[in-house]
């Protein structure tokens, strides 16, 4: 199926077009300023898009969609058609666990690698603190595309395994010097970023979250209908806006007959898009303190985030670390193990609810537990082999 993308418009002012070719990755030239680099969007010929795409056997991988994405250039893995768990109490769970790279980023690298092939990149730069490294390395290595990445020298022992094992180029500088060194990559180079490489807000990749839209089809056709709300771990709010956006064009296509509220749900330690939702603005810069969501503790926060939540009705929350591995808990005893970011949205639920009425509540979790720091360094204590000793440790365990 071809792609019926037609241009890049800007998100500050959607009249604003400019061509599909090449990726604006530092923002809209034309609507930024000094202190705002605003995101592009993607326009699609929506009057073309084939009246079956939607009533089509569900598939892994991303190729099922590809009317409704860029050109996808560059092979795949498989991403996409993850399970919606139930919980007892009816809440859903979207498991974006079971992806290639047990993440959601790769909805969003298979769209942005494939960017950089058709572009002619010569390489792939990204800056990640787990996830979104693991995940670019990966779709690089199946490309045949060489990729560095900038991350901290305490990334989690599994996504160190995986930027290893893909061949990815580890650089590990101070936090000031990414961004300056991913541009200069970008330019002397000739690589393509694939995460933001401006200063004044996140700015992203404008193809990459069309990879996240995908994730809305799947729930509307899993649900046979548009749930009532969606709760979504929150860093910089690219998965927000896919998310929202995918529902707005099921709508628009006559798919559902409704979106979804969307709640970003952000660690108590950051919560910049709830500080930009509660002064108005389009961005906002807080401080960060300690936490355990490693994935998503972000200083700056994105446009986008901003607009997903506006558009739907929905709203920013924060939750502790403690809500967050009680959600992870709760996750863990229905046979879901994810990362403690990953929880940040059952947390929200469950801190802020209550469920709503009037449909069914889907919950995001984005990665796997062995993303989590914390994994490596959980050992156990040896049993003695006698039956004593194992009867003990079982009857204790059905004791609790």
């Known amino acids: 199926m071809t792609s019926l993308a037609l241009a890049q418009r800007s998100l500050a002012d959607p009249s604003v077009h400019h061509p599909l070719w090449p990726p604006l990755t530092q923002g809209c030239p034309v609507t930024s300023t000094d202190e705002i680099a605003y995101p592009l969007d993607i326009d699609y010929a929506y009057d073309d898009v084939p009246a079956d795409l939607f009533t089509r056997p569900a598939a892994h991988g991303l190729e099922r969609w590809a009317p409704l994405l ?78 560095a990445v900038f991350t901290s020298p305490d990334a989690p022992p599994a996504v160190a395994s995986h930027l290893r094992a893909y061949g990815a180029t580890v650089l590990t500088v101070p936090y000031a010097s990414v961004r300056p060194l991913m541009r200069r990559i970008v330019d002397e180079l000739g690589f393509q970023s694939v995460s933001s490489v401006t200063d004044t807000a996140h700015t992203g990749h404008p193809f990459g979250p069309e990879g996240y839209k995908t994730l809305a089809y799947e729930v509307a056709l899993d649900l046979g209908r548009a749930p009532a709300a969606v709760h979504l771990p929150t860093g910089y709010g690219e998965l ?76 920013a929350r924060t939750v502790t670390d403690a809500q967050m591995q009680a959600a992870q808990a709760e996750l863990a005893a229905q046979g879901i193990w994810c990362e403690t970011s990953s929880a940040a949205g059952l947390a929200a639920l469950r801190a802020h609810g209550p469920h709503e009425s009037e449909g069914p509540v889907v919950c995001v979790v984005t990665s796997s537990g062995y993303k989590d720091i914390a994994t490596a360094r959980q050992t156990y204590a040896p049993t003695a082999p006698d039956w004593p000793s194992i009867e003990a440790a079982l009857r204790g365990a059905w004791s609790e």
Do not use: M
């Not at 058609?81 to 690298?109: A, M």
């Not at 906002?284 to 972000?298: F, N």
């Open 70 to 147: 860029p050109p996808l250039a560059a092979p795949g893995l498989g991403e996409g058609n993850t399970p919606l768990v139930r919980l007892p109490d009816g809440v859903r769970v979207k498991d974006e666990s079971r992806n290639p790279t047990w993440s959601h980023k790769d909805r969003l690298n298979r769209v942005a690698v494939s960017a950089a092939v058709a572009s002619g990149a010569r390489g792939i730069v990204v800056s990640s603190s787990g996830n979104h490294g693991a995940s670019a390395a990966a779709y690089a290595a199946r490309a045949g595309l060489p990729c």
């Open 240 to 315: 927000l806006f896919g998310v929202a956006k995918g529902f707005q064009e099921l709508v628009r296509l006559g798919v559902t007959d409704s979106v979804p509220r969307l709640y970003a749900a952000e660690p108590a330690a950051a919560g910049a898009l709830t500080e930009a939702l509660r002064t108005g603005r389009p961005v906002a810069r807080v401080p960060v303190g300690p936490t355990a969501a490693y994935a998503i503790d972000c200083e700056i926060s994105g446009y986008r985030g901003v607009l997903a939540v506006s558009e739907t009705g929905g709203a």
